[in-house]
């Protein structure tokens, strides 16, 4: 019990410094965003999104969360209406988490958990147009894989690739989003993350607040330092941008 306190503690005191640490901005602005750009696309693409799961057991007590109000109201209604816990993409029940990295590797945002049947699109809409609003300018382009194809400003593959140079570029795209799937890897590097949660709600959020800000802390100390985990192109800002 004293042990769940202590990370119910630590993940209030990440969040007070959250803002600080996952920066939206940071894509564009400030020393880290001069080293924001790869050789190909070397001024106007800043960005690669990517939901990832949270694998947990399918709750058996939420009658009882709800009464105790320690269920999100949302997320409560989804979940007990048309049980949207089971993932069929991930063929388990799961929460996900939405991350937003630069191609430098610094996150830039992140929300979650969200309901594992929600689209990687949808999470990507609700993350632009949510309270932190995290839209990109004109000019200014992300990487997706084919979910985010009707999103706006993000460059996808190709579906089912017609010539050589179709597989040339699909691959490409999947080299750059390659960097998400690394961070991804780094975000659940942790024995929690590596059998079905089986515990809160609240706790999966602690524990989930707790990894994101650390790593996000750790990727960018590593930056700070001249450390980065990818090759980048720099320094200079991204150009043909407006800038604040």
């Not at 989804?78 to 610094?106: E, P, Q």
């Not at 894989?145 to 490409?172: C, N, R």
Request: aromatic share 10%; proline share 6%.
């Amino acid at each position: 019990k004293r042990i769940k306190q202590c990370m119910k503690a630590l993940a209030e005191a990440l969040r007070a410094w959250r803002p600080s640490l996952i920066r939206w901005e940071d894509r564009i602005e400030g020393p880290l965003a001069l080293w924001n750009h790869i050789d190909w696309f070397p001024y106007t693409h800043t960005n690669i999104p990517d939901g990832y799961p949270m694998p947990n057991w399918k709750p058996k007590h939420w009658q009882r969360d709800v009464q105790q109000n320690r269920i999100p109201g949302a997320v409560r209604q989804d979940a007990f209406d048309r049980r949207l816990l089971h993932s069929g993409k991930y063929n388990t029940s799961a929460f996900k988490g939405h991350v937003t990295i630069g191609l430098n590797g610094l996150i830039l945002a992140h929300t979650g958990p969200h309901l594992s049947v929600d689209h990687d699109m949808t999470l990507w809409t609700t993350t632009r147009d949510g309270p932190d609003g995290i839209r990109m300018k004109p000019g200014e382009w992300g990487f997706g894989d084919l979910a985010y194809g009707g999103a706006e400003h993000m460059k996808v593959g190709i579906k089912s690739p017609q010539t050589a140079l179709d597989e040339m570029w699909t691959s490409f795209v999947a080299w750059v989003r390659a960097r998400v799937e690394i961070v991804i890897a780094k975000l659940k590097n942790h024995a929690w993350c590596q059998v079905s949660f089986r515990g809160r709600y609240d706790s999966l959020v602690t524990y989930n607040e707790i990894c994101v800000v650390m790593t996000a802390l750790e990727i960018r100390r590593d930056l700070e330092k001249g450390k980065c985990m990818f090759d980048v192109s720099g320094p200079w800002r991204h150009l043909g941008l407006p800038h604040e």
